[in-house]
Every structure is written in structure tokens, then in C-alpha cells.
T-cell receptor, first 115, second 114 residues
Framework: NAGVTQTPKFQVLKTGQSMTLQCAQDMNHNSMYWYRQDPGMGLRLIYY???????DKGEVPNGYNVSRLNKREFSLRLESAAPSQTSVYFC??????????????FGPGTRLTVL | AQSVAQPEDQVNVAEGNPLTVKCTYS??????LFWYVQYPNRGLQFLLKYITGDNLVKGSYGFEAEFNKSQTSFHLKKPSALVSDSALYFCAVRDTGGGNKLTFGTGTQLKVEL
């Protein structure tokens, strides 16, 4: 099993450009998440998808959109990139059953720089 | 709202000595608590979690954590540190009251020296 995979690993954008970050998991998990990691701020939740066909905002959703394409894939889109979106982006997935303490498993991350 | 505090940005310890990385939390109900580790340029790896029951939780790589409800703490410990334990450690909390969103602390950089 590859676990959680993310593409691309690195990306440099100019202000105003758009891009989509891809995430896929092969663990048959029902929930998927997008986080951003900034120095001194830990991980902050951008969006999550509790199950196929649903998405919800997290702590910092502004400037982002998501698509839960199917059970395996969850993409994050930046429509008009801004320097404030320079960060490392992590995708995670988990199996949530009846409110149990599900463990989230993380991908390797995408390092994004917006000039 | 739930929150997590990791009061130390960095912890330095000599190899072979015991280590402690501190975490305190705030939730409205009962907590689910997690520790993750991040090595340079890698994603987060799960170490251990507390759900209920025994206050001492054992996890991967010889790590353990002690849940203390009265002090709202969940400190990560290891009896004998290794240089290879040097990494960034994150504590996270989830409220059992509903939802499946984790709130992470800001992280503690652990440096183990020879």
C-alpha cells in the first residue's frame, strides 16, 4: 500500500496563478483532510471531507476550494494564488466509524511558494 | 472550542537520558489525544493516542504518554533518548462530543545530542 500520496512535491507560482494539489489514498478511508503548515503555527485545517460527496470548511478555508472526486481522491485548488498561501500543504485520511478516535495518516506534503 | 498548547518550542536532551515533551489541552467534553512526529521534509507519522482507560499509553519507537485529566495534560515521554529521536513533535486533540476535526499544537523541536 502506498498510503497517502500527494502531487506535486514542489511548486512555485506567481501571484494570481491557479493550481490544483492532488491527493489520493489507498487505505479505503472515508474521511480526508487538507492542512497547511506554517512555521510556529503548527498544522491548520483548511477543508475536510467526512465522506464521499461531502466537504466542510476548516479553520482557514479562504482562498481555497476542494473537490472530493471519489472515495480515494481529494483535491485542493488555489484559484488565484497569493504570497500568503506560501506554505507546506499536507493531505491526510482516516477511517471514521461512529465517532471513534480515528487516526489520521498523512501524505509527504507539497511545498508551495507563491512569488 | 478545543485547543492544544505545547509550551516549549525546543527541548534539548542528552542521548541516554529520559525525555519529556509537554502538552496541555482544552476541550468541552472528554478528549481524544494524539502525538505525531515529523522528520525533516516528511509528513507526520502517528506515534500514539489516548481514547479511554489506562492513563499511560504506549506507542511506537519506545514512546509513551501519560494522560492526566486533572491537569489537562498529555505529556510525551521516553525513558532513554536516541539521537534518531530528534524531530518535530506535535500534540493534537479531538473533542469526543462530535465532529472529526483535530486541533494541533504548534510543535516542539526535540534535539538529542551525544
Amino acid at each position: 500500500n502506498a498510503g497517502v500520496t500527494q502531487t506535486p512535491k514542489f511548486q512555485v507560482l506567481k501571484t494570481g496563478q491557479s493550481m490544483t494539489l492532488q491527493c489520493a489514498q489507498d487505505m479505503n478511508h472515508n474521511s480526508m483532510y487538507w492542512y497547511r503548515q506554517d512555521p510556529g503555527m503548527g498544522l491548520r485545517l483548511i477543508y475536510y471531507s467526512a465522506s464521499e460527496g461531502t466537504t466542510d470548511k476548516g479553520e482557514v478555508p479562504n482562498g481555497y476550494n476542494v473537490s472530493r472526486l471519489n472515495k480515494r481522491e481529494f483535491s485542493l485548488r488555489l484559484e488565484s494564488a497569493a504570497p500568503s498561501q506560501t506554505s507546506v500543504y499536507f493531505c491526510a485520511s482516516s477511517y471514521v466509524a461512529g465517532g471513534g478516535a480515528d487516526t489520521q495518516y498523512f501524505g509527504p506534503g507539497t511545498r508551495l511558494t507563491v512569488l | 472550542a478545543q485547543s492544544v498548547a505545547q509550551p516549549e518550542d525546543q527541548v534539548n536532551v542528552a542521548e541516554g537520558n529520559p525525555l519529556t515533551v509537554k502538552c496541555t489541552y482544552s476541550v468541552s467534553g472528554n478528549p481524544y489525544l494524539f502525538w505525531y512526529v515529523q522528520y525533516p521534509n516528511r509528513g507526520l507519522q502517528f506515534l500514539l493516542k489516548y481514547i479511554t482507560g489506562d492513563n499511560l499509553v504506549k506507542g511506537s519507537y519506545g514512546f509513551e504518554a501519560e494522560f492526566n485529566k486533572s491537569q489537562t495534560s498529555f505529556h510525551l515521554k521516553k525513558p532513554s533518548a536516541l539521537v534518531s529521536d530528534s524531530a518535530l513533535y506535535f500534540c493534537a486533540v479531538r473533542d469526543t462530543g462530535g465532529g472529526n476535526k483535530l486541533t494541533f499544537g504548534t510543535g516542539t523541536q526535540l534535539k538529542v545530542e551525544l
